[in-house]
């Protein structure tokens, strides 16, 4: 009954624990017309699913860049592009049952050649466009603003978390089946005398 339960318990524990240990970082990839992506994301819990975006580490187009500007809660930022546009942005990651994506505003990115890179979503659909040299990769007044991308962002593992909920479960299972075998290994000694 004791290995049943225990069973049961360890299933349950390997259903719920992996959410929890996570740890605020995120692997990112993105593809769409003239935009490939990929890197680290990595912030801090800021409450009600949301995670404010910080740093990491990205390539964009084949540049390195980072993330730009501060986060906000509540309304956005404004990066002053040019040509009439901004770039609207909170930096803000929202993670809802198992799942991560980012917000009408998203991120900002500054590139390592100088432009300026902002990802975000509108009903579902994600979004770009790169402000570079004094030009926009596409013309921000068509459409939703920018050119259709399909991004990819996974929590990372927190290896710790893992470790210590590893170590934890074979501790139980052997303090689990010890007592049983200690048990036996006494009532064989007591019958032998």
């Given at each position: 009954m004791k290995k049943l339960i225990f069973v049961s318990f360890a299933l349950l524990t390997t259903l719920v624990i992996p959410p929890v240990a996570k740890a605020d970082s995120f692997n990112f990839t993105a593809a769409g017309v003239g935009f490939?992506?990929?890197g680290?994301?990595?912030?801090?819990?800021?409450?009600?699913?949301?995670?404010?975006?910080?740093?990491?580490?990205?390539?964009?187009?084949?540049?390195?860049?980072?993330?730009?500007?501060?986060?906000?809660?509540s309304g956005y930022n404004v990066y002053t592009a040019g040509a009439g546009y901004n770039f609207?942005?909170?930096?803000i990651l929202l993670t809802s049952?198992?799942?991560?994506?980012?917000?009408t505003n998203g991120l900002l990115f500054l590139l390592s050649n100088g432009g300026v890179v902002n990802i975000w979503e509108v009903n579902g659909t994600y979004y770009?466009?790169?402000?570079?040299?004094?030009?926009?990769?596409?013309?921000?007044?068509?459409?939703?603003?920018?050119?259709?991308?399909?991004?990819?962002?996974?929590a990372t593992p927190e290896p710790s978390?893992?470790?210590?909920?590893?170590?934890?479960l074979l501790l139980m299972a052997c303090m689990i089946f010890w007592k049983p075998m200690r048990a036996k290994a006494k009532q064989r000694v007591a019958k032998a005398a």
């Open positions: 490939t992506g990929s680290t994301l990595t912030g801090t819990s800021v409450g009600s699913g949301m995670i404010a975006i910080t740093g990491g580490t990205f390539t964009i187009n084949g540049v390195s860049a980072t993330v730009f500007g501060n986060w906000t809660a609207d942005y909170d930096n049952k198992g799942s991560e994506g980012l917000d770009w466009n790169e402000w570079l040299n004094n030009q926009w990769g596409f013309n921000p007044g068509v459409g939703q603003g920018g050119a259709p991308i399909t991004p990819e962002i996974a978390s893992l470790l210590l909920l590893g170590t934890g």
